[in-house]
Nanobody, 127 residues
């Protein structure tokens, strides 16, 4: 069973940057593995903001983060990073790393398509 561990959250001023990392241990990734970042803002549902298909690095971004956030494979094997720039108060929330295996369908946005989750890391953007 794969285990995901996030790091890099914290408090940042509006306009600033943060980088989140997610390290996976356990089994290696398969052909259709997707690694993704979800965000859950206070009072809202958890939503997909970025995903990457491991085999060909095809990526997806939600409209809310497109052009500001970048998802990529990390320097270490089985690590995914999320570079976040031009942060604003709407980016505040708990960020979850997730793993799914439906990459043959593109990058699904539904939570149910992801079967392994990290514990979450808090990102707070102060105005």
């Amino acid at each position: 069973q794969v285990r995901l561990v996030e790091s890099g959250g914290g408090l940042v001023q509006a306009g600033g940057s943060l980088k989140l990392s997610c390290a996976a241990d356990g089994r290696t990734f398969g052909r259709y593995t997707i690694m993704a970042w979800f965000r859950q803002a206070p009072g809202n549902e958890r939503q997909l903001i970025a995903g990457i298909r491991w085999t060909d690095t095809y990526t997806y971004y939600s409209d809310s983060v497109k052009g500001r956030f970048t998802i990529s494979k990390g320097n270490s094997k089985s690590t995914v990073s999320l570079e976040m720039n031009s942060l604003n108060s709407d980016d505040t929330g708990v960020y979850y790393c997730a793993k799914g295996d439906y990459g043959h369908l593109g990058i699904p946005t539904q939570r149910t398509a992801y079967n392994v989750w990290g514990q979450g890391t808090q990102v707070t953007v102060s105005s």
